[in-house]
């Protein structure tokens, strides 16, 4: 069983900076972890991808709306994924959910929610103008 812990969120104004936690543990051992992802939500919208990183700190990926403005990072020793987010806007108004992935021997697309097995509860941002 993996478990996924969100923090950090919180109230911003626009052009400010927050950095969001995921803590993760896993019953199994945290190895049986392959790659660590942050989604967002908006109220009344669709689950979005925002960025994505292997547990050993490789293999980024950024959404297009976040590119040059958040930084994803691992800390393997810590079990522990950061979000780095700058220069925020109200477009970036949501709950954040970590996600966490086993490894798997086929191709598989990183930016659909679908793919990913195991969900943190979300830790809420707001950004205000």
């Known amino acids: 069983q993996v478990q996924l812990v969100e923090s950090g969120g919180g109230l911003v104004q626009a052009g400010g900076s927050l950095r969001l936690s995921c803590a993760y543990s896993?019953?199994?051992?945290?190895?049986?972890?392959?790659?660590v992802a942050w989604f967002r939500q908006a109220p009344g919208k669709a689950r979005e991808f925002v960025a994505t990183?292997?547990?050993?700190?490789?293999?980024?990926l950024y959404g297009d709306p976040v590119k040059g403005r958040f930084t994803i990072s691992s800390d393997c020793l810590k079990n522990t994924v950061y979000l780095q987010m700058n220069s925020l806007n109200p477009e970036d108004t949501g709950v954040y959910y970590c996600?966490?992935?086993?490894?798997?021997?086929?191709?598989?697309?990183?930016?659909?929610?679908?793919?990913?097995?195991?969900w943190g509860q979300g830790t809420l941002v707001i950004v205000s103008a």
């Open positions: 996600a966490a992935a086993a490894r798997r021997p086929r191709a598989w697309d990183v930016r659909s929610p679908q793919e990913w097995q195991y």
């Open positions: 896993a019953s199994g051992g945290t190895s049986t972890i392959d790659r």
């Open positions: 990183v292997t547990r050993s700190g490789g293999g980024t």
